[in-house]
């Protein structure tokens, strides 16, 4: 299964991928806008996980270019949540979403 995670932890990347691959997933991990944008562009994952602080950096991009429809119809897991944490914009939930709250890691997404 790829899966597409969005984790501005440079330092975490290689942490990321190594767990991921430890459940049988490849993670295409972006630590960044530019890279998060460029890989919804090009649909090859089926699931998405989100590290909620790093979304609130480049929510105000991806509400402009619409990443929440292009996340429509994948399981999204949110990690990391505060209380008042929004719900993706122009993006309908599924069943398999979830919502982790602060404090929780990539570790606690894959659980």
Known sequence: MKVLVLDDEKKQMDN?????????????VCVSSNEFMDALCAPRFEAVYINAETWSKGRSIYDYFGAGQKLDGKPVV??????????????????????????SNFETALE
């Open 16 to 28: 990321i991928k190594e767990a991921f691959a430890r459940k049988r997933m490849e993670a295409d």
């Open 78 to 103: 949110i990690y990391n949540a505060g209380e008042k944490f929004p719900p993706i914009n122009s993006r309908t939930p599924t069943g398999q979403d979830r919502l982790l709250r602060q404090p």
